[in-house]
T-cell receptor
Framework: AQSVTQPDIHITVSEGASLELRCNYS??????LFWYVQSPGQGLQLLLK??????LVQGIKGFEAEFKRSQSSFNLRKPSVHWSDAAEYFC????????????FGAGTRLTVKP | DGGITQSPKYLFRKEGQNVTLSCEQN?????MYWYRQDPGQGLRLIYY???????QKGDIAEGYSVSREKKESFPLTVTSAQKNPTAFYLC????????????FGPGTRLTVT
């Protein structure tokens, strides 16, 4: 089965600084990859997804992610962080032959300093 | 507005009691899911259902039960057999056409004492 690792439990960045959240996956075939964001006590909102094609995907709220097959990574980036981006971010990987089998990473909590 | 509703937002129960968490969606999605979220562990799948009157166990189904009598509804019962029921529970839904992305409800925080 596929799996996801988010190496950073907690990241702090200053407002206006750039952001990169790391995600590494393990899966034997081409993965379906997702980034979700969760505000405290809320559900998850989809930021972006990768199924195939262009390896650089754009999402909502100014986020982007790049799929790198050679590194088994799908890192999330934002050029300039806003205070409202403080939240928890989850990377997820789906199996191409079973859309019910979605595996989530443990999450990275983002703190934004003024 | 289309979406997923979960009620209540906070739920308190005494140990030994069964409790049912509600999940309703008006997105016309075929598939629905229940996840459990604990700090530092991400989301773990409890049960999922792809069509009415059918559901499958996920990774941590023990101590939980579900039903899917209507397309819009997928209630989760946390039974007294669940050893550590205190958690944040998330319901999600998706189309069953291979697009995969799941839409999440706002969650229910269950506290059992």
């Amino acid at each position: 089965a596929q799996s996801v690792t988010q190496p950073d439990i907690h990241i702090t960045v200053s407002e206006g600084a750039s952001l990169e959240l790391r995600c590494n996956y393990s899966y034997g075939a081409t993965p379906y990859l997702f980034w979700y964001v969760q505000s405290p006590g809320q559900g998850l909102q989809l930021l972006l997804k990768y199924f195939s094609g262009d390896t650089l995907v754009q999402g909502i709220k100014g986020f982007e992610a790049e799929f790198k097959r050679s590194q088994s990574s799908f890192n999330l980036r934002k050029p300039s962080v806003h205070w409202s981006d403080a939240a928890e971010y989850f990377c997820a990987v789906g199996a191409y032959d079973n859309n019910n089998d979605m595996r989530f990473g443990a999450g990275t909590r983002l703190t934004v300093k003024p | 507005d289309g979406g997923i509703t979960q009620s209540p937002k906070y739920l308190f129960r005494k140990e030994g009691q069964n409790v049912t968490l509600s999940c309703e969606q008006n997105l016309n999605h075929d598939a629905m899911y229940w996840y459990r979220q604990d700090p530092g562990q991400g989301l773990r799948l409890i049960y999922y259902s792809q069509i009415v009157n059918d559901f499958q166990k996920g990774d941590i189904a023990e101590g939980y039960s579900v039903s899917r009598e209507k397309k819009e509804s997928f209630p989760l019962t946390v039974t007294s057999a669940q050893k550590n029921p205190t958690a944040f529970y998330l319901c999600a839904s998706s189309r069953a056409d291979g697009t995969y992305e799941q839409y999440f409800g706002p969650g229910t925080r269950l506290t059992v004492t």
